[in-house]
């Protein structure tokens, strides 16, 4: 269908785990078992978004949200199965991801602008960063390394805000941000919905799901056990609990 913007096909993603610790060149020269296990993350999920659409991510924590988000993204290769995306996004996903740790948070916004080519597109990014974030001069000079978790969640928001893509991709920024802050991300989340973007949305909070998205996937251990109609999803959830 051609409005289906972003195609989840079997897809599932495999990393190379440690739980030993240093595994040395004389470990592997004396043959010492190998401590690294391929583990499968995400099992066989398969998802559909349309143009427009909000699908909320549900799940407990590990069970392979971001990690879906970042296979969506390109960030990460599935080991098996296919992701189509028909729009841009702003690849902004877990609480600072994609942001630079050493770099000032002015200079993290030149970087990301330039990478996303907004800067051409759009002259006031900077100062539509510097208002919604409403992170003072000070602290924009401040490397980011610096920041409070908070302030981390505004600054990214804030970016992956002032790029103008079809998708909008929101990994858990209400949970760190103060009661200001979450009202204004809230407010503005609905305001891009009535545009008619499309928004992937990772949340521990089913009420903030089941008002902000149509539709709803639930993770459990890397396995799609529930999707469909946000309310009812968001209700399973709950009672995992
Ligand atoms: N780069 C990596 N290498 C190895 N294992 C990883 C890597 N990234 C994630 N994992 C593992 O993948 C699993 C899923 O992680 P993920 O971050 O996707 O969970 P999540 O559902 O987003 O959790 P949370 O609610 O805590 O944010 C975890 O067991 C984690 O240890
Ligand atoms: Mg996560």
């Known amino acids: 269908m051609s409005d289906v913007i972003i195609k989840v096909d079997n897809v599932q993603v495999s990393f190379w785990q440690n739980n030993v610790g240093v595994y040395s060149i004389k470990d592997l020269i004396t043959h010492r078992k190998s401590p690294f296990k391929n583990k499968v993350i995400l099992d066989n999920i398969s998802v559909e978004v349309r143009k427009g659409e909000s699908l909320g991510i549900l799940g407990r924590n590990g069970c392979g ?66 208002e919604f974030s409403e992170l003072s001069d000070e602290v924009l000079k401040m490397p980011v390394k610096q920041y409070s978790s908070g302030m981390v969640a505004r ?68 396995k799609l056990i529930d999707s469909g109609n946000s309310s009812d999803v968001c209700n399973h959830y709950r009672q995992l609990f």
């Open 155 to 222: 600054l990214a928001f804030s970016i992956s805000l002032a790029n103008d893509s079809d998708i909008l991709i929101i990994d858990e920024v209400l949970a760190v941000g103060d009661q200001g802050f979450q009202a204004k991300c809230l407010e503005k989340i609905y305001k891009i919905k009535s545009e008619g973007k499309t928004i992937l949305f990772v949340s521990h909070f089913p009420d903030d799901v089941a008002r902000i998205c149509n539709k709803a996937i639930l993770l459990e251990q890397g």
């Open 65 to 130: 949200k971001s990690t879906l988000l970042r296979a969506i993204a390109g960030i990460i290769k599935p080991s098996k199965g296919k992701i189509t995306v028909n729009g841009t996004f702003a690849p902004i996903l877990a609480i600072g991801a994609g942001l630079e740790l050493e770099l000032t948070g002015y200079e993290n916004i030149s970087l990301l602008l330039a990478l996303y080519g907004t800067a051409r597109k759009n002259t006031n990014a900077v100062e539509n960063i510097k």
